[in-house]
């Protein structure tokens, strides 16, 4: 029995509306409880603002893709070098960091929940494998569905049914946690040379549209029950003028589930672009951020973008490919079978470029004008924006319209006439960060019932110790000390024990996985099924009995048993 | 200043040596330097029989020489800038790399990339420099930027690889790929080497031998007199518009 009390703590806990109360929090083996023992271990925490652990709820952290990104550019492993020390291990990388870099970094911060953004079922051994040793952090993995083929057969029959079995069978077969739809159809038709413009053209042979695949998947998501919603990157990422087809995806999405939103759309500044090319690019946050304000079924992540060198990596084969095109450094391609495919390029967003400056603006703008924080959450899409070690400048250019127009100084001169920024008053408050970096991430993420994102009796003890005290600060004008806050806790308490402490990470820990397990009839069992057996033998590179991730390949095991309708 | 290392014989292992603590300006403030080998520090005067003549208030009065079994002493002048370093024979890997001012002559040979990513200075080797002699590193965009390398015997492959500024010149044969990437600065190699300039995009490289397996996506422009050489000149690579100046004595295509 292991007992902890955290004394004198300031919290917001958005989840259960606690707005800057001093509290005390108790811990009994790893939970939070009403009450322990006068035996427990004492943390004073003096009144610095606490919160529950950081849950990040689109990063690219582990598996084959971020795996390559780290070798096709040794140069990165140059940066962030750490030796080993005590039970730590040494670390090296910046955008693509080894996953103990990761981990720990992430830990400094006061996270302690990622999803990784995108997994390809065919290779999700390697993610697991990578969330092993991710061991700061409770971990779950998007699963990527937008080429499945057996999927788009069953859309173009019409079978919602077929395709909600098909995501069970493969959900527990891969132990992914959420439903993940990458430019749907377009990766497939990139296996053809070419792309989907938006989401009427149809995919090449199967003869189905992204906006039916959006459609068919959203609702066999329902049908399952799941506890994350689809997790869609709109059609068209990147592109000047995408913003209307990113309205026309959001527009397919009815409400159907009234504990969370219906459609999650990741790192929506790539998709919030006007103009018909470079040379006319403005912002389009606006329309995006009203859009999403009228329709509670939508939640958005920012995709934040900041200066420097990152690494891009996505799913979204012809994306990258385009991207190539435009800059001409190293690239990689890669072909997922019947599932999806990848692109990764590293790149540098400058400041002095126009281009970068106004995706810059764009992602401020999207969490600025969006009015409530729970429906724009706080993301970089890690590493595609910036590496996540950027998440304190970002909170403090949120925080702080003078942090803003200091930085917006600097940038392009061109910038002002082509975004609305500049214009934009709102500050954020401690509240609002709160929601966007945990409470809003847990709750969209639908893991607010097992705990995460809140301090409530039963949840797991994670818990965030920033060394800042609210009463003492002005963020509008001291965006410097919310920075160096967000950026090193004083605590970072994991499953009740303190894990970080002041920038120092201290032990070597032991994170579960997360993953849905979806129950259905036996007729929709697609291990039983003669025409699924047969594609998969058929087609794959791969006995289906060898497909399944065993359960050894997890650390601590949490399986989410839902119950389907079908 | 003179500083003279002599390598212990007791100190010879096969585990290489990290030296980069044996840079010029150190030894204004004493010779109190850390050398690791391996996972282990040890103490210069724990490897090296040290001596020291006369005193320096500048890093350009400072000479420091080696001698002994140094071929396994690694990172010997990085990010050196100023001063002298003799060794008077073989030296290890990455001797002078980032190097930015002062002269590193080798006596013998040097091992791989000598004088990488450097940014000025002078490196002359007198015998033979293994592979990646006045390169980039693995993933970077850049290679060498200034100063110049000279070898008088041979180089090894990927000579002057990403190389963006500076002077190479190697008086003997080099090896495959030399000037490969390259996108600035000049490449002389007096002897034979293979598939020079392999998708440069700029400066100008110089083969006074013959280019063995010539790449064919260079654009022949005609000939041109160079310090006393008749040479033939190329452009390219065109593979990827690159817009460098390959000048060649003969050439062979692959069969
Ligand atoms: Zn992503």
């Known amino acids: 029995m292991t007992e902890l009390l955290v004394k004198n703590a300031c919290v917001i806990d958005p989840l259960r509306g606690i707005n800057a109360e001093t509290m005390d929090i108790a811990i009994l083996d790893g939970k939070i409880v009403e009450e322990v023992s006068d035996a427990a271990e004492v943390i004073d925490a003096r009144g610095m603002l606490t919160l529950p652990g950081g849950v990040d709820s689109h990063t690219h952290i582990c598996g084959t893709k971020v795996n390559f990104g780290r070798y096709m550019s040794p140069e990165d492993m140059r940066a962030g070098r750490t030796p080993r020390q005590g039970p730590l291990h040494a670390t090296s990388g910046y955008s693509v960091p080894t996953t103990y870099g990761n981990s720990y970094r992430y830990s400094v911060m006061g996270y302690t929940t990622l999803l990784e953004g995108a997994m390809a079922p065919l290779e999700a051994r390697h993610t697991h494998e990578e969330f092993v040793y991710t061991p700061l952090q409770d971990t779950m993995a998007n699963t990527l569905f937008d080429g499945n083929w057996g999927i788009m057969e069953a859309i173009r029959d019409g079978d919602t049914k077929r395709v909600a079995a098909i995501i069970a069978w493969t959900l527990r077969a891969v132990k992914g946690f959420g439903v993940k739809l990458t430019n749907p159809g377009g990766t497939e038709a990139w296996q053809w040379g070419k792309n989907v413009s938006c989401i009427r053209d149809p995919v090449p042979y199967f003869e189905v549209t992204p906006a039916e695949i959006i459609r068919s998947i959203v609702e066999a998501n329902e049908l399952l029950g799941l506890p994350h919603s689809v997790h869609l990157h709109c059609n068209n990422l990147g592109t000047p003028g995408n913003y209307s087809c990113t309205l026309g995806s959001l527009g397919l999405i009815p409400d159907l589930n009234e504990k969370r939103q219906t459609l999650y759309a990741t790192h929506v500044q790539f998709h919030a672009y006007g103009g018909s090319d470079w040379k006319d690019f403005c912002s389009k946050s606006e329309p995006i951020a009203r859009f999403v304000d009228m329709r509670p079924q939508i939640v958005m992540d920012m995709g934040q973008v900041m200066f420097g060198r990152t690494t891009t990596m996505t799913a979204d084969g012809p994306m990258e490919f385009n991207l190539y095109r435009l800059h001409h450094e190293k690239w990689s391609n890669h072909d997922v079978e019947l599932e999806t495919g990848s692109g990764i390029i590293p790149v540098i967003y400058r400041r002095k470029n126009l281009v970068n400056s106004i995706m810059w603006a764009i992602g401020l703008e999207l969490a600025l004008l969006t009015k409530s924080p729970w429906q724009c959450l706080l993301t970089t899409d890690n590493p595609n924006g910036a590496p996540f070690v950027k998440y304190p400048e970002i909170i403090g250019l949120l925080m702080s319209k003078k942090y803003r127009d200091a930085e917006f100084a600097t940038i392009h001169p061109d910038t002002e006439a082509r975004v609305p920024l500049p214009a934009i008053e709102r500050e954020l408050d401690w509240y609002e960060i709160a929601v966007m970096t945990r409470a809003g991430q847990a709750k969209a993420l639908g893991i607010q019932d097992l705990g995460k994102g809140h301090l409530g009796p039963g949840a797991d003890a994670d818990v965030a110790i920033y060394p800042i005290r609210m009463d003492e600060v002005d963020p509008s004008a001291e965006y410097q000390k919310v920075i160096d806050a967000f950026s090193r806790t004083e605590y970072t308490i994991k499953r009740g024990r303190v894990v970080a402490r002041r920038g120092e990470c201290l032990v070597d820990g032991s994170n579960a996985t997360f993953w849905v397990s979806p129950k259905v009839s036996e007729a929709y069992d697609m291990g039983k099924d003669p025409d699924f057996i047969e594609k998969f033998d058929r087609y794959y590179t791969v006995r289906m009995r060898n497909y399944p991730v065993q359960e050894e390949y997890l650390n601590r095991n949490r399986c989410i048993e839902t119950e389907a309708r079908i | ?255």
Not at chain 2, 79 to 102: A, E, K, P, Q, W
Not at chain 2, 138 to 149: E, H, L
Request: hydrophobic share 35%; charged share 25%.
């Open chain 2, 1 to 255: 200043m003179k500083v003279t290392l002599a390598l212990k014989p007791a100190a010879r292992s096969f585990i290489p040596i990290e030296a980069e603590s044996i840079v010029p300006k150190n030894f204004l403030d004493g010779t109190d330097l850390p050398v690791w080998r391996g996972n282990r520090e040890l103490r210069l005067d724990e490897v090296f029989s040290v001596s020291v003549e006369g005193d320096a208030d500048r890093t350009e009065d400072v000479e420091v020489v080696l001698s002994g079994e140094t071929f396994r002493l690694k990172r010997v002048g990085e990010y050196m800038d100023g001063g002298r370093v003799t060794i008077l024979g073989d030296i290890g890997m990455h001797c002078g790399n980032f190097m930015s001012g002062g002269t590193i002559e080798v006596r013998g040979n040097a091992d791989g990339w000598l004088g990488r990513e450097m940014a000025g200075g002078t490196i002359v080797c007198r015998g033979d420099a293994a592979d990646y002699c006045a390169a980039g590193y693995r993933g970077g965009r850049k290679g060498m930027t200034g100063g110049t390398v000279e070898v008088f015997g041979r180089a090894g492959d990927f000579l002057a690889e990403n190389i963006a500024g500076g002077t190479v010149i190697v008086h003997g044969d080099a090896g495959d790929m030399p000037g490969a990437e390259m996108r600035g600065g000049t490449l002389v190699v007096h002897g034979d080497c293979r598939r020079p300039g392999a998708n440069m995009k700029g400066g100008s490289c110089y083969v006074y031998g013959t280019a063995q397996g010539m790449l064919p996506t260079f654009r022949k422009i005609g000939t041109v007199q160079h310090e006393g050489h008749t040479l033939i000149r190329f452009a390219g690579d065109i593979a990827n518009r690159g817009k460098g100046n390959l000048f060649v004595k003969a050439y062979e295509y692959l069969d």
